[in-house]
């Protein structure tokens, strides 16, 4: 039970420590004798004894921390308390030498805890390591995701849960956390945990930080569904964690029928802004599903309401569906008309922004900024300059000099970054190698250094380094490997993990064969990796065997390979019904091993056959994946949906695979909620969001045609198979796209005429004078675009009709890449 114990707690405690003697005339604390404190013990209430030893050397510096402690444990009813140990009174506790050095924490007559007095180092950590030790019912201590997994299951339909990490007991993040449960511990269940491994399994952006959680659990009533989970984005104080769960115990959703001007909530008090929702009788139910998804998107940043417009007797504008209020007193009610949920939370994104400028600008360095330095064409560009004052823990890395590069890199196995201070995608990169260094802190066999070359170019040149970011991994004896995966933590990590072992494996016997197959061999390999493939080869074939290993080579890092050539190999041949020479490709998680007979021999062939092996029939398309299919420069069969796909479209794309009914197209899915771009190329497509799950065919290779699944129908074999067909023989008609100019945010600056300019004018005036011209410019280009708009009118259904679709010649009907590329 979360109360368990917990009003026997609020009666008082008692902290006993055993330490040497100190006499201060500002001493605060109670100095009893043995017999005076042990007098004084009461049932449920706990005492707090500080034993100290006539003679001994002081320890004033815990002393003056225990007394600033006092204060604060009193506030949550725990007493402290010194002893005065003397030869006439004798005491267990008094006792020898070695134990003086301890912290003993009671409730009543019983011993509760002994601490270490160097584990309560300053204030906070007496604070946190008490209320912690008192607490034991109200706050879990976890250290596997299993162990939180089966509090979140005990709670499902009960109660909620606060998850925090905190990177040691004893930070003023821990005190924080365990104040919050003093107040709130009968309410929440709390769980606590300072294993980083269970922090990447929730997914904070910076886990290099303490985090806190709300978990949704009561409103779940299925015990395979997971909680939702609310992260608190401030820092963890008490201040912050309290007006945290004030938020989560808010109203979700309210519904108001008066004036926003007049409406109070908890949000204004703790500062947050308000969102109303304007509602028509009309689109009620419709609205009031955009509240609710805008309140979870929302929650602990804003409060959402529903306002009936029909109902309040207030002119708010006819085209109005979004009014905005600010937490400052006083602070008009903004009218707004935000046609995407997406619009909703980047407004109220950027006005927080705006504010915590607001609030910061005072205690900046004073240096005046242009403004638009931090809107630029490059988004890489502009989020390395928004996040310049990020402070990453570079320490753990090693920092390579010309002086220390060719000592570290050959004589240590050696991951080495090289990049460039200047460089805005290096700047990028180095955050998510920062990340993998927290991720493998005390686990990996490489060290993890880097190099800027801006400082040491001989350095990089020498290692034929000509682009950045570069990353390689130096072994001894080997050459160097480069990396050759997306710029990001999770494929590095891969990269680096495969690595451990050799490439490829060498195998020594059928039964350690059969463990590498069922991926037994190296089970903490295949959390990076779902597949490895095994070379088999009888001992006569040196040289397609030697190919092989080359082919392992070139795809070091992304795929595990393995080699068995042995006088048995006709055994394994035979049981996976293959000749030699062949490869057998294991996917152990889906209990799959698949032959593949080896036709070719040549190294690149091998290459392109291990790299499309890793491919998968029917895959979810991310930003990541997206150009390895697309090199098959077929049209996307794609299938849009928020959220996983339900298991008959699953079955239906891999039946209609095996028949070999789709190898003219790619068929995959996307996920709107792990690939969020998704939303934007849906509304390209069809000015707004869709009814989802949505079926696209997408032609970008060949004109850039888009086809949607007729929505009156079911995705069966039969009808995809019969709309299929119709799209050959031209007798469905594509989706119109919009014309959409793709401008830079800010106009362009003239330098020759600036170079040419008098001396005497001020740059600011020919930028206005530059962006006039641009305006002047544009209203001409609009007076004689005015043609066009007829153009945009809707053309005869003849001209909408496609041309006769042929296989053979879909990669020949366009050389011009369309907007659609880029939008994908």
């Known amino acids: 039970m979360m109360s368990s114990g917990f009003s026997v707690f609020r009666a008082g405690v008692a902290l006993v420590f055993m330490c040497s003697f100190y006499k201060s005339t500002e001493d605060s604390l109670p100095e009893l004798s043995p017999q005076q404190f042990f007098s004084t013990l009461q049932p449920g209430k706990a005492s707090l004894a500080y034993f100290c030893q006539v003679g001994s050397p002081s320890n004033s510096v815990f002393l003056e921390e225990l007394k600033e402690a006092i204060r604060p444990l009193q506030d949550y009813g725990i007493s402290v308390a010194k002893v005065n140990c003397v030869k006439e009174e004798a005491s267990r506790y008094c006792g020898k030498e070695e134990g003086l050095m301890k912290a003993y924490l009671f409730r009543g007559n019983i011993l509760l805890r002994e601490f ?78 300072t294993e980083i491994a269970l922090l990447e399994n929730t997914g904070p952006e910076n886990i290099g930080r303490a985090h806190l959680y709300f978990f949704h659990c009561e409103l779940v009533l299925d015990l395979t569904e997971y909680c939702r989970r609310t992260p608190m984005e401030q820092p963890l104080t008490t201040l912050n964690i309290h007006m945290f769960i004030k938020t989560m115990k808010a109203p979700l959703l309210m519904e108001i029928a008066e004036d926003p001007q007049q409406v109070s909530t908890i949000h204004l008090q703790l500062g947050l802004p308000l969102v109303f929702i304007i509602s028509r009788r009309a689109t009620y139910e419709a609205d009031r599903r955009t509240a609710e998804w805008l309140a979870w998107h929302l929650l602990g940043k804003a409060g959402i309401l529903l306002l009936l417009r029909d109902s309040v007797d207030v002119n708010i504008p006819q085209h109005a569906n979004v009014a905005f209020r600010r937490a400052e007193k006083e602070s008009p009610v903004e009218y707004l008309v935000l046609n995407a949920v997406d619009l909703i939370v980047s407004h109220v994104k950027n006005s927080m922004h705006i504010e915590e400028k607001q609030e910061t600008q005072e205690d900046e360095d004073g240096d005046e900024e242009d403004p638009d330095l931090a809107v630029q064409d490059d988004e890489v560009a502009g989020t390395v300059y928004r996040d310049r004052k990020r402070l990453l823990p570079l320490e753990l890395t090693v920092e390579l000099t010309e002086e220390t590069f060719n000592a570290t890199i050959t004589t240590s196995d050696s991951i080495v970054l090289f990049y460039a201070a200047w460089h805005a995608v290096s700047m990028a990169f180095l955050q998510s190698y920062i990340d993998v260094a927290i991720k493998l802190k005390g686990t990996s066999t490489f060290l993890l ?270 009808n995809l198979v019969l709309w299929l067909k119709k799209l050959e023989a031209g007798l469905e008609n594509p989706i119109i796209l919009s014309t959409q100019e793709w401008k830079p945010p800010l106009p362009a600056f003239d330098f020759l005429s600036m170079m040419d300019a008098p001396t005497s004018d001020a740059p600011t005036k020919k930028v206005r004078e530059c962006q006039k011209e641009t305006e002047i410019q544009e209203s001409v280009e609009r007076r004689q675009g005015d043609k066009s708009v007829s153009r945009r009118e809707p053309p005869p259904v003849e001209l909408l009709r496609i041309k006769r679709w042929n296989k053979s010649n879909w990669p020949k009907e366009a050389e011009e890449s369309s907007p659609l590329d880029r939008d994908l």
């Open 116 to 193: 270490p007095t160097d584990t309560l180092f300053d204030v906070n950590a007496i604070v946190a390591h008490v209320l912690f030790a008192l607490l034991f019912n109200e706050v879990k201590y976890v250290t596997t995701l299993e162990d939180l997994h089966s509090i979140e299951n005990s709670l499902k339909g009960k109660a909620n849960m606060i998850f925090s990490y905190v990177e040691a007991i004893g930070t003023p993040e821990h005190r924080a956390v365990m104040e919050a449960a003093f107040v709130y511990g009968t309410s929440y269940q709390f769980a606590l945990t």
């Open 449 to 718: 250094t880097r190099i800027d070359c801006a400082d040491w170019s001989e350095v990089c040149a020498k290692q034929n380094v000509t682009a950045f970011p570069v990353v390689k991994l130096y072994k001894e004896g080997e050459s160097p490997v480069s990396y050759a995966g997306m710029l990001g933590t999770k494929d590095l990590l891969k990269f680096i993990q495969i690595n451990r072992i050799s490439c490829p494996v060498n195998i020594a016997s059928i039964q350690e064969a059969e463990k590498y197959l069922r991926g037994e061999l190296y089970t903490d390999l295949f959390s990076s990796t779902r597949m490895s493939v095994l070379g088999l080869f009888s001992p006569a074939m040196t040289s397609v065997k030697e190919n092989f290993r080359q082919a392992g080579k070139h795809l070091r890092g992304s795929v595990i390979t393995g080699v068995y050539s042995e006088d048995d190999v006709w055994i394994l041949s035979k049981k996976y019904a293959t000749t030699l020479p062949a490869l057998l490709l294991a996917r152990p998680k889906e209990g799959r091993i698949e032959s593949v007979p080896l036709d070719t021999t040549s190294v690149q062939d091998m290459v392109q056959i291990l790299a499309n092996a890793q491919l998968e029939a029917f895959p979810e398309i991310t930003v990541e994946n997206l150009p390895a299919y697309l090199r098959f420069q077929r049209p996307l069969l794609i299938l849009f949906s928020d959220g996983s796909i339900n298991r008959q479209y699953r079955n239906t794309a891999l039946a209609l695979v095996r028949q070999k009914q789709l190898d003219s197209f790619t068929p995959c899915w996307l996920n709107l909620k792990n690939t969020p771009v998704g939303r934007g190329i849906l509304k390209a497509y069809f000015g707004s969001l869709p009814p989802l799950p949505q079926l696209l065919l997408v032609n970008l290779h060949s004109g850039g045609q888009v086809y949607a699944f007729p929505s009156s129908q079911s995705v069966t074999e039969q």
